[in-house]
Protein backbone atom coordinates (compact mmCIF):
# COMPACT_ATOMS: atom_id res chain seq x y z
CA UNK A 1 0.00 0.00 0.00
CA UNK A 2 0.70 3.68 -0.57
CA UNK A 3 -0.60 6.06 1.28
CA UNK A 4 -0.82 8.21 -1.69
CA UNK A 5 -3.47 5.63 -3.39
CA UNK A 6 -5.87 7.24 -1.51
CA UNK A 7 -5.64 11.03 -3.36
CA UNK A 8 -5.95 8.20 -6.93
CA UNK A 9 -9.19 6.79 -5.79
CA UNK A 10 -10.50 10.47 -4.01
CA UNK A 11 -9.98 11.93 -7.90
CA UNK A 12 -11.12 9.18 -10.01
CA UNK A 13 -15.10 9.49 -8.46
CA UNK A 14 -14.32 13.06 -7.38
CA UNK A 15 -12.10 14.82 -10.24
CA UNK A 16 -13.73 18.36 -10.55
CA UNK A 17 -14.51 19.08 -6.94
CA UNK A 18 -11.94 21.49 -5.11
CA UNK A 19 -9.30 19.67 -2.82
CA UNK A 20 -7.55 22.35 -1.12
CA UNK A 21 -7.96 25.72 -1.34
CA UNK A 22 -6.56 29.04 -0.06
CA UNK A 23 -8.49 32.25 -0.81
CA UNK A 24 -8.64 32.35 -4.53
CA UNK A 25 -6.80 29.83 -5.66
CA UNK A 26 -8.37 26.32 -5.71
CA UNK A 27 -6.74 22.98 -6.52
CA UNK A 28 -9.23 20.39 -7.36
CA UNK A 29 -8.84 16.51 -6.75
CA UNK A 30 -8.27 16.16 -10.51
CA UNK A 31 -5.42 18.80 -10.41
CA UNK A 32 -4.09 17.42 -7.24
CA UNK A 33 -3.27 13.87 -8.72
CA UNK A 34 -1.86 15.48 -11.89
CA UNK A 35 0.28 17.95 -9.89
CA UNK A 36 1.51 15.28 -7.32
CA UNK A 37 2.48 12.49 -10.11
CA UNK A 38 3.93 15.60 -11.77
CA UNK A 39 6.41 16.23 -8.76
CA UNK A 40 6.89 12.07 -8.84
CA UNK A 41 8.23 12.75 -12.21
CA UNK A 42 10.38 15.83 -11.40
CA UNK A 43 11.64 13.91 -7.80
CA UNK A 44 13.06 10.85 -10.21
CA UNK A 45 14.89 12.74 -12.78
CA UNK A 46 16.93 14.54 -9.65
CA UNK A 47 17.55 10.83 -8.66
CA UNK A 48 15.19 10.13 -5.46
CA UNK A 49 14.44 6.53 -5.42
CA UNK A 50 12.14 4.55 -3.17
CA UNK A 51 13.05 4.87 0.53
CA UNK A 52 14.88 8.30 0.00
CA UNK A 53 14.30 11.09 2.31
CA UNK A 54 12.67 14.06 1.23
CA UNK A 55 12.29 16.95 3.51
CA UNK A 56 9.91 20.19 2.58
CA UNK A 57 9.50 23.14 4.54
CA UNK A 58 6.16 24.76 3.27
CA UNK A 59 3.64 27.06 5.35
CA UNK A 60 0.02 26.01 4.87
CA UNK A 61 -0.06 26.27 1.07
CA UNK A 62 -2.05 24.28 -1.10
CA UNK A 63 1.46 22.93 -2.30
CA UNK A 64 1.93 21.48 0.71
CA UNK A 65 -0.42 18.86 -0.64
CA UNK A 66 0.92 18.74 -3.60
CA UNK A 67 4.36 18.09 -2.68
CA UNK A 68 3.76 15.84 0.26
CA UNK A 69 1.87 13.30 -2.10
CA UNK A 70 4.40 13.62 -5.22
CA UNK A 71 6.98 12.69 -2.74
CA UNK A 72 5.11 9.64 -1.21
CA UNK A 73 4.16 8.73 -5.03
CA UNK A 74 7.67 8.84 -5.84
CA UNK A 75 8.33 6.12 -2.89
CA UNK A 76 10.21 8.57 -1.14
CA UNK A 77 9.70 9.28 2.73
CA UNK A 78 8.60 12.84 3.65
CA UNK A 79 10.07 14.88 6.37
CA UNK A 80 7.85 17.45 7.11
CA UNK A 81 10.18 20.78 8.88
CA UNK A 82 9.00 23.94 10.68
CA UNK A 83 9.13 26.64 7.73
CA UNK A 84 10.20 28.39 11.27
CA UNK A 85 13.35 26.86 12.00
CA UNK A 86 16.54 28.40 11.81
CA UNK A 87 19.82 27.44 9.94
CA UNK A 88 20.71 25.09 12.82
CA UNK A 89 18.05 23.11 13.01
CA UNK A 90 17.02 22.75 9.51
CA UNK A 91 20.99 21.52 9.42
CA UNK A 92 20.34 19.20 12.11
CA UNK A 93 17.26 17.63 11.25
CA UNK A 94 18.64 16.84 7.50
CA UNK A 95 21.91 15.85 8.49
CA UNK A 96 20.47 13.18 11.03
CA UNK A 97 17.55 11.54 8.57
CA UNK A 98 20.50 11.70 5.50
CA UNK A 99 17.83 13.73 2.97
CA UNK A 100 18.72 13.84 -0.44
CA UNK A 101 16.64 17.25 -1.27
CA UNK A 102 14.99 19.67 0.97
CA UNK A 103 12.06 21.27 -1.09
CA UNK A 104 11.31 24.91 0.99
CA UNK A 105 8.89 27.88 -0.38
CA UNK A 106 10.63 30.51 -2.19
CA UNK A 107 10.33 33.01 0.88
CA UNK A 108 12.57 30.42 3.22
CA UNK A 109 15.59 30.29 0.63
CA UNK A 110 18.53 31.85 1.98
CA UNK A 111 17.94 30.24 5.52
CA UNK A 112 16.85 26.63 3.74
CA UNK A 113 20.28 27.43 1.65
CA UNK A 114 22.03 27.71 4.32
CA UNK A 115 20.61 25.04 6.57
CA UNK A 116 21.46 22.55 4.19
CA UNK A 117 25.37 23.48 3.67
CA UNK A 118 27.77 20.93 4.33
CA UNK A 119 24.92 17.97 4.62
CA UNK A 120 25.06 17.10 1.06
CA UNK A 121 21.32 17.83 0.54
CA UNK A 122 20.01 19.54 -2.74
CA UNK A 123 17.66 22.59 -2.29
CA UNK A 124 14.64 23.14 -4.25
CA UNK A 125 12.44 26.11 -4.51
CA UNK A 126 8.44 27.10 -4.39
CA UNK A 127 7.46 29.91 -6.14
CA UNK A 128 3.96 29.66 -7.15
CA UNK A 129 3.70 30.15 -10.56
CA UNK A 130 7.13 29.13 -11.80
CA UNK A 131 6.29 25.99 -10.02
CA UNK A 132 3.03 25.18 -12.25
CA UNK A 133 4.68 26.19 -14.98
CA UNK A 134 7.02 23.44 -14.47
CA UNK A 135 4.90 21.16 -13.90
CA UNK A 136 2.89 21.56 -17.00
CA UNK A 137 6.01 20.50 -19.09
CA UNK A 138 6.26 17.19 -17.21
CA UNK A 139 4.25 14.22 -17.71
CA UNK A 140 2.66 12.60 -14.44
CA UNK A 141 4.26 9.23 -13.06
CA UNK A 142 1.86 6.79 -13.71
CA UNK A 143 0.12 5.43 -10.19
CA UNK A 144 2.20 5.18 -7.07
CA UNK A 145 5.50 3.62 -6.21
CA UNK A 146 4.69 0.22 -4.40
CA UNK A 147 5.13 0.11 -0.87
CA UNK A 148 4.37 -1.92 1.79
CA UNK A 149 2.57 -1.60 5.02
CA UNK A 150 5.54 -1.49 7.23
CA UNK A 151 7.26 0.71 5.29
CA UNK A 152 8.29 4.03 6.29
CA UNK A 153 5.97 7.27 4.83
CA UNK A 154 6.97 10.14 6.80
CA UNK A 155 9.53 10.97 9.56
CA UNK A 156 8.42 13.57 12.04
CA UNK A 157 10.90 15.25 14.51
CA UNK A 158 10.05 15.99 18.08
CA UNK A 159 10.42 19.37 19.60
CA UNK A 160 13.70 18.53 21.55
CA UNK A 161 12.07 20.23 24.08
CA UNK A 162 12.87 17.60 26.31
CA UNK A 163 16.35 16.43 24.46
CA UNK A 164 17.87 15.79 21.41
CA UNK A 165 15.20 16.04 18.68
CA UNK A 166 13.90 12.13 17.65
CA UNK A 167 12.56 11.16 14.37
CA UNK A 168 9.53 9.52 14.41
CA UNK A 169 9.03 6.93 11.77
CA UNK A 170 5.37 6.34 10.60
CA UNK A 171 4.39 4.01 8.26
CA UNK A 172 1.84 3.68 5.28
CA UNK A 173 -0.47 1.94 7.05
CA UNK A 174 0.10 3.90 10.36
CA UNK A 175 -1.22 7.49 8.74
CA UNK A 176 -3.78 5.35 6.25
CA UNK A 177 -5.39 3.74 9.15
CA UNK A 178 -5.33 6.88 11.35
CA UNK A 179 -6.42 8.84 8.82
CA UNK A 180 -9.49 6.75 7.75
CA UNK A 181 -10.21 6.24 11.48
CA UNK A 182 -10.63 10.04 11.84
CA UNK A 183 -12.77 10.57 8.42
CA UNK A 184 -15.20 7.79 9.97
CA UNK A 185 -14.80 9.16 13.98
CA UNK A 186 -16.01 12.90 12.54
CA UNK A 187 -18.12 11.27 9.86
CA UNK A 188 -16.18 13.47 7.40
CA UNK A 189 -18.41 13.47 3.58
CA UNK A 190 -17.97 15.47 0.18
CA UNK A 191 -20.41 18.03 1.35
CA UNK A 192 -17.76 19.20 4.41
CA UNK A 193 -15.38 22.15 4.58
CA UNK A 194 -12.54 21.67 7.19
CA UNK A 195 -10.19 24.31 8.24
CA UNK A 196 -6.90 24.47 7.46
CA UNK A 197 -5.35 26.59 10.52
CA UNK A 198 -3.49 23.28 12.21
CA UNK A 199 0.26 23.32 10.71
CA UNK A 200 0.46 20.46 8.11
CA UNK A 201 3.64 20.08 8.67
CA UNK A 202 2.91 18.94 12.38
CA UNK A 203 1.26 15.33 12.54
CA UNK A 204 -2.12 16.14 14.16
CA UNK A 205 -2.96 19.23 10.83
CA UNK A 206 -1.31 16.30 8.61
CA UNK A 207 -3.45 13.13 9.71
CA UNK A 208 -6.84 14.97 10.77
CA UNK A 209 -6.50 18.18 8.43
CA UNK A 210 -5.26 16.71 4.64
CA UNK A 211 -5.13 13.14 4.93
CA UNK A 212 -8.72 12.75 6.12
CA UNK A 213 -10.17 15.04 4.49
CA UNK A 214 -8.52 13.14 1.32
CA UNK A 215 -9.73 10.23 2.47
CA UNK A 216 -13.45 11.62 2.47
CA UNK A 217 -13.35 13.34 -0.22
CA UNK A 218 -13.87 16.99 1.76
CA UNK A 219 -12.50 20.47 1.05
CA UNK A 220 -9.87 21.53 2.92
CA UNK A 221 -9.93 25.66 3.60
CA UNK A 222 -6.34 26.94 4.09
CA UNK A 223 -5.06 29.19 6.83
CA UNK A 224 -1.41 29.98 6.50
CA UNK A 225 -1.19 31.63 10.13
CA UNK A 226 -4.23 31.42 12.96
CA UNK A 227 -5.76 34.84 13.54
CA UNK A 228 -9.34 34.75 15.15
CA UNK A 229 -10.91 37.19 13.22
CA UNK A 230 -9.48 35.84 9.91
CA UNK A 231 -10.63 32.42 10.65
CA UNK A 232 -13.98 33.42 11.29
CA UNK A 233 -14.11 35.11 8.33
CA UNK A 234 -12.72 31.94 6.60
CA UNK A 235 -15.53 29.91 8.26
CA UNK A 236 -18.06 32.02 7.41
CA UNK A 237 -16.87 32.86 3.61
CA UNK A 238 -16.74 29.45 3.20
CA UNK A 239 -19.22 27.63 4.78
CA UNK A 240 -16.82 25.93 7.04
CA UNK A 241 -18.51 22.48 8.79
CA UNK A 242 -15.34 21.11 10.59
CA UNK A 243 -13.09 22.92 12.72
CA UNK A 244 -10.21 21.49 14.33
CA UNK A 245 -7.92 22.76 16.54
CA UNK A 246 -6.08 23.21 19.91
CA UNK A 247 -7.59 25.05 23.31
CA UNK A 248 -5.52 28.45 22.15
CA UNK A 249 -6.96 28.75 19.41
CA UNK A 250 -10.55 28.48 21.09
CA UNK A 251 -9.46 30.90 24.01
CA UNK A 252 -8.48 33.36 21.17
CA UNK A 253 -12.07 32.84 19.22
CA UNK A 254 -14.11 33.13 22.91
CA UNK A 255 -11.41 36.46 23.78
CA UNK A 256 -12.32 37.80 19.81
CA UNK A 257 -15.12 40.48 19.56
CA UNK A 258 -16.52 39.88 16.59
CA UNK A 259 -17.24 36.21 17.32
CA UNK A 260 -20.82 35.34 17.02
CA UNK A 261 -22.79 31.95 16.77
CA UNK A 262 -20.66 29.47 15.12
CA UNK A 263 -23.73 26.85 14.82
CA UNK A 264 -22.83 26.53 11.27
CA UNK A 265 -20.31 24.88 12.55
CA UNK A 266 -20.71 20.57 12.84
CA UNK A 267 -17.92 19.85 14.54
CA UNK A 268 -15.24 21.14 16.99
CA UNK A 269 -12.36 18.42 17.76
CA UNK A 270 -10.06 19.90 20.38
CA UNK A 271 -6.42 18.08 20.66
CA UNK A 272 -2.10 18.69 20.85
CA UNK A 273 -3.06 19.76 24.73
CA UNK A 274 -5.56 19.67 27.51
CA UNK A 275 -8.46 21.64 27.04
CA UNK A 276 -9.52 23.35 30.16
CA UNK A 277 -12.92 22.43 31.42
CA UNK A 278 -14.31 26.07 31.98
CA UNK A 279 -12.79 27.21 28.25
CA UNK A 280 -15.22 24.42 26.39
CA UNK A 281 -18.28 25.14 28.45
CA UNK A 282 -17.83 28.70 27.66
CA UNK A 283 -17.28 28.48 24.09
CA UNK A 284 -19.80 25.73 23.84
CA UNK A 285 -22.41 28.42 26.00
CA UNK A 286 -21.52 30.93 23.49
CA UNK A 287 -21.43 29.68 20.17
CA UNK A 288 -23.85 26.65 19.79
CA UNK A 289 -21.22 24.04 19.20
CA UNK A 290 -19.51 21.25 20.93
CA UNK A 291 -16.02 20.46 21.04
CA UNK A 292 -15.08 16.88 20.92
CA UNK A 293 -11.58 16.19 22.29
CA UNK A 294 -9.19 13.77 21.27
CA UNK A 295 -5.87 12.65 22.36
CA UNK A 296 -2.55 11.40 21.11
CA UNK A 297 0.97 11.85 19.96
CA UNK A 298 2.94 12.38 17.09
CA UNK A 299 4.36 8.77 17.76
CA UNK A 300 0.55 7.41 17.86
CA UNK A 301 -0.36 8.59 14.21
CA UNK A 302 -1.22 10.72 16.17
CA UNK A 303 -5.20 9.49 17.28
CA UNK A 304 -5.41 7.35 19.93
CA UNK A 305 -8.60 8.15 21.92
CA UNK A 306 -11.28 10.95 21.40
CA UNK A 307 -14.61 11.57 22.79
CA UNK A 308 -17.76 11.25 21.08
CA UNK A 309 -20.69 13.30 19.90
CA UNK A 310 -24.03 13.28 21.12
CA UNK A 311 -25.20 11.65 24.86
CA UNK A 312 -22.44 9.12 25.66
CA UNK A 313 -20.21 12.46 25.75
CA UNK A 314 -18.17 13.07 28.75
CA UNK A 315 -17.27 16.84 28.90
CA UNK A 316 -13.40 16.95 30.18
CA UNK A 317 -12.82 13.53 29.04
CA UNK A 318 -10.66 12.32 26.30
CA UNK A 319 -12.70 9.32 25.56
CA UNK A 320 -12.39 6.08 24.84
CA UNK A 321 -9.17 4.24 22.44
CA UNK A 322 -10.62 4.45 18.80
CA UNK A 323 -10.62 1.55 16.47
CA UNK A 324 -8.56 -1.33 16.94
CA UNK A 325 -6.75 0.55 19.39
CA UNK A 326 -6.05 -0.49 23.11
CA UNK A 327 -5.02 1.98 26.11
CA UNK A 328 -4.90 1.05 29.89
CA UNK A 329 -3.37 3.31 32.52
CA UNK A 330 -0.09 1.64 34.46
CA UNK A 331 2.02 2.48 37.49
CA UNK A 332 5.88 2.32 38.30
CA UNK A 333 5.65 -1.44 37.58
CA UNK A 334 4.18 -2.08 34.18
CA UNK A 335 0.96 -3.31 36.06
CA UNK A 336 -2.35 -2.05 35.19
CA UNK A 337 -3.72 0.09 38.32
CA UNK A 338 -7.65 0.39 39.19
CA UNK A 339 -10.11 2.49 38.02
CA UNK A 340 -9.62 6.07 39.30
CA UNK A 341 -5.88 5.92 40.27
CA UNK A 342 -3.34 7.85 38.20
CA UNK A 343 -0.66 6.55 36.38
CA UNK A 344 0.97 6.45 32.40
CA UNK A 345 -1.04 5.80 29.58
CA UNK A 346 -0.12 3.24 27.76
CA UNK A 347 -1.19 2.83 23.70
CA UNK A 348 -0.79 -0.55 21.72
CA UNK A 349 -2.09 -0.45 18.38
CA UNK A 350 -1.81 -0.24 14.57
CA UNK A 351 -1.02 3.92 14.85
CA UNK A 352 1.88 3.10 17.32
CA UNK A 353 5.03 4.07 15.51
CA UNK A 354 7.74 1.86 13.75
CA UNK A 355 10.46 3.82 16.28
CA UNK A 356 12.59 6.61 16.45
CA UNK A 357 14.64 6.85 13.12
CA UNK A 358 18.45 5.31 13.64
CA UNK A 359 17.80 5.09 17.43
CA UNK A 360 17.06 1.58 18.95
CA UNK A 361 17.87 2.73 22.17
CA UNK A 362 14.91 5.05 22.36
CA UNK A 363 12.82 2.97 20.72
CA UNK A 364 13.38 0.28 23.57
CA UNK A 365 12.62 2.68 25.81
CA UNK A 366 8.95 3.63 24.78
CA UNK A 367 8.03 0.55 23.61
CA UNK A 368 8.21 -2.48 25.80
CA UNK A 369 6.42 -5.40 25.20
CA UNK A 370 4.52 -3.65 22.47
CA UNK A 371 3.26 -1.23 24.49
CA UNK A 372 3.96 2.50 23.90
CA UNK A 373 4.54 4.31 27.19
CA UNK A 374 3.12 8.22 26.59
CA UNK A 375 4.91 9.55 29.25
CA UNK A 376 1.08 11.21 29.86
CA UNK A 377 -0.07 10.54 33.43
CA UNK A 378 -4.25 9.96 33.34
CA UNK A 379 -7.41 7.73 35.08
CA UNK A 380 -9.90 5.89 33.54
CA UNK A 381 -13.10 5.66 35.21
CA UNK A 382 -15.29 2.71 35.81
CA UNK A 383 -17.43 3.75 32.59
CA UNK A 384 -14.18 3.51 30.74
CA UNK A 385 -13.59 7.08 29.97
CA UNK A 386 -9.79 8.16 30.04
CA UNK A 387 -8.91 11.22 31.80
CA UNK A 388 -5.39 13.19 30.76
CA UNK A 389 -4.02 14.08 34.31
CA UNK A 390 -0.68 16.01 32.98
CA UNK A 391 2.33 15.27 31.73
CA UNK A 392 4.84 12.90 33.84
CA UNK A 393 7.70 15.95 33.23
CA UNK A 394 5.27 18.49 34.66
CA UNK A 395 4.30 16.79 37.65
CA UNK A 396 5.76 19.21 41.00
CA UNK A 397 6.68 17.54 44.15
CA UNK A 398 6.41 20.04 47.02
CA UNK A 399 7.79 19.29 50.14
CA UNK A 400 6.84 15.53 49.60
CA UNK A 401 3.15 16.44 48.15
CA UNK A 402 2.40 15.25 44.40
CA UNK A 403 0.54 18.42 42.63
CA UNK A 404 -0.40 18.19 39.14
CA UNK A 405 -0.48 21.62 37.61
CA UNK A 406 -3.91 20.66 35.24
CA UNK A 407 -5.57 20.83 37.87
CA UNK A 408 -4.56 24.15 39.48
CA UNK A 409 -4.73 25.48 36.27
CA UNK A 410 -8.43 24.31 36.02
CA UNK A 411 -9.45 26.28 39.06
CA UNK A 412 -7.37 29.30 37.66
CA UNK A 413 -9.37 28.92 34.43
CA UNK A 414 -12.37 29.44 36.78
CA UNK A 415 -12.09 32.53 37.68
CA UNK A 416 -13.51 35.46 35.18
CA UNK A 417 -10.29 38.15 34.83
CA UNK A 418 -8.62 34.48 33.58
CA UNK A 419 -7.84 34.42 30.24
CA UNK A 420 -4.76 31.80 30.49
CA UNK A 421 -2.84 29.75 33.39
CA UNK A 422 -0.25 28.04 33.28
CA UNK A 423 1.66 26.31 36.78
CA UNK A 424 4.71 25.43 36.67
CA UNK A 425 7.15 24.15 39.59
CA UNK A 426 10.17 26.36 40.86
CA UNK A 427 12.93 25.36 43.11
CA UNK A 428 12.71 25.93 46.70
CA UNK A 429 15.69 25.79 49.14
CA UNK A 430 13.68 23.64 51.57
CA UNK A 431 10.56 22.40 49.24
CA UNK A 432 12.19 21.23 46.61
CA UNK A 433 10.10 22.69 44.36
CA UNK A 434 7.40 25.95 44.79
CA UNK A 435 4.18 25.86 43.12
CA UNK A 436 3.95 29.16 40.35
CA UNK A 437 2.00 30.50 38.16
CA UNK A 438 1.83 32.88 34.79
CA UNK A 439 -1.40 34.66 34.04
CA UNK A 440 -2.54 35.98 30.72
CA UNK A 441 -5.89 38.41 32.10
CA UNK A 442 -9.05 39.24 29.89
CA UNK A 443 -9.85 41.63 33.35
CA UNK A 444 -7.91 43.47 35.97
CA UNK A 445 -6.76 41.37 38.63
CA UNK A 446 -4.44 41.85 41.18
CA UNK A 447 -2.05 38.55 42.24
CA UNK A 448 -3.69 38.79 45.91
CA UNK A 449 -6.54 37.83 44.52
CA UNK A 450 -6.07 35.03 42.43
CA UNK A 451 -3.74 33.39 45.29
CA UNK A 452 -6.97 33.70 47.50
CA UNK A 453 -8.94 32.36 44.52
CA UNK A 454 -6.98 29.26 44.50
CA UNK A 455 -6.38 28.12 47.98
CA UNK A 456 -10.19 28.44 48.47
CA UNK A 457 -10.28 25.42 45.95
CA UNK A 458 -7.51 23.36 46.36
CA UNK A 459 -5.43 21.63 49.46
CA UNK A 460 -3.22 24.24 50.69
CA UNK A 461 0.22 22.44 49.38
CA UNK A 462 -1.35 22.86 45.97
CA UNK A 463 -2.35 26.62 45.35
CA UNK A 464 0.40 28.92 43.96
CA UNK A 465 2.24 31.07 46.42
CA UNK A 466 3.56 32.97 43.48
CA UNK A 467 1.23 34.49 40.40
CA UNK A 468 2.99 36.99 37.66
CA UNK A 469 1.25 38.15 34.99
CA UNK A 470 1.81 38.73 30.98
CA UNK A 471 0.65 40.00 28.24
CA UNK A 472 0.70 36.25 25.92
CA UNK A 473 1.85 32.79 27.06
CA UNK A 474 4.65 31.68 24.54
CA UNK A 475 3.42 28.87 22.23
CA UNK A 476 4.82 26.72 20.12
CA UNK A 477 3.34 27.32 16.48
CA UNK A 478 1.12 24.03 16.88
CA UNK A 479 -0.53 25.97 19.84
CA UNK A 480 1.30 24.25 22.58
CA UNK A 481 2.32 26.37 25.82
CA UNK A 482 5.70 26.33 26.51
CA UNK A 483 6.17 25.53 30.04
CA UNK A 484 9.55 25.28 29.82
CA UNK A 485 10.36 28.78 28.39
CA UNK A 486 7.98 29.77 31.21
CA UNK A 487 10.21 28.07 33.90
CA UNK A 488 13.49 29.09 32.90
CA UNK A 489 12.08 32.68 32.71
CA UNK A 490 10.95 32.51 36.30
CA UNK A 491 14.55 31.00 37.21
CA UNK A 492 16.41 33.77 35.74
Known sequence: MNLADRLLLTAGRLTGR??????????????LERMSGRVATLLR??????????????????????????????????????PLLRRREIAAYVGDCGARLLIAWHALAETAEAGVAGTGADCFFVVPEEFRRLLRG????PGTAPRGAGDTAVIHYTSGTTGRPRGIELTHANLGGNAATVARMQALGVDDVLLGALPLYHSF???C?????????????????????????VIRRDGVTVFQGVPTMYIALLDHPGASDMSLLRVCVSGGAAMPLDVLRAYETRFGCSIVEGYGLSETSPVAATNRTGPGRRPGSIGWPVKDVEMKVVG????????????EIVVRGPNVMKGYWNDPAATAEVIRDGWFHTGDLGRVDADGFFFLVDRRRDVIIRGGYTVYPREVEEVLYEHPAVRQA????????????????????????????????????????????R??????????????????????????
Open 18 to 31: AAVTLDEVEITYGA
Open 45 to 82: RRGIRAGDRVAIMLPNVPEFAVVYYGVLRAGAVVVPLD
Open 138 to 141: LTAE
Open 205 to 207: GQT
Open 209 to 233: SLNASVHAGARLTLLPRFEPGRALE
Open 332 to 343: EDGREVPCGQVG
Open 422 to 465: VVVGVPHPELGEEIAAVVALRAPAEPDELRDFARERVAAYKYPR
Open 467 to 492: ISFTDELPVSPTGKVLKRVITLSLND
